[in-house]
Nanobody
Framework: QVQLVESGGGLVQAGDSLRLSCAAS????????MGWFRQAPGKEREFVAA????????NYQDSVKGRFTISRDNGKNTVYLQMNNLKPEDTAVYFC?????????????????WGQGTQVTVSS
């Protein structure tokens, strides 16, 4: 069982940066693939980024490549999402998620545990 708590969201202007954090409980954090997803009002939840157990492999949605960076610190049971050059279309609730095995999956139904989400709002 893994419990996830996101933090770091807020209201920023276009071009600004934010770093989201996701703190996980449990002793086996390092064995989970971690992902970030987002959901804007009226839209489906979409994949943003994922990172492997050891942090050596990552996967990104095309629209965030070059702007967002996912990383993890297994010693702190935390995964991060550094978001640079934010755009109004990045506005959404951001969720972190964990899955126990497999690939860096982009489909949310393949993740087993979810946080409650943190709001990111980017004004133009």
């Amino acid at each position: 069982q893994v419990q996830l708590v996101e933090s770091g969201g807020g209201l920023v202007q276009a071009g600004d940066s934010l770093r989201l954090s996701c703190a996980a409980s449990g002793r086996t954090f390092s064995s989970y693939i971690m992902g970030w997803f987002r959901q804007a009002p009226g839209k489906e939840r979409e994949f943003v980024a994922a990172i492997s157990w050891g942090g050596t492999s990552t996967n990104y949605q095309d629209s965030v490549k070059g702007r967002f960076t996912i990383s993890r610190d297994n010693g702190k049971n935390t995964v991060y999402l550094q978001m640079n050059n934010l755009k109004p279309e990045d506005t959404a609730v951001y969720f972190c998620a964990a899955r126990g095995r497999g690939a860096l999956e982009i489909r949310p139904e393949y993740y087993d545990y979810w946080g409650q989400g943190t709001q990111v709002t980017v004004s133009s």
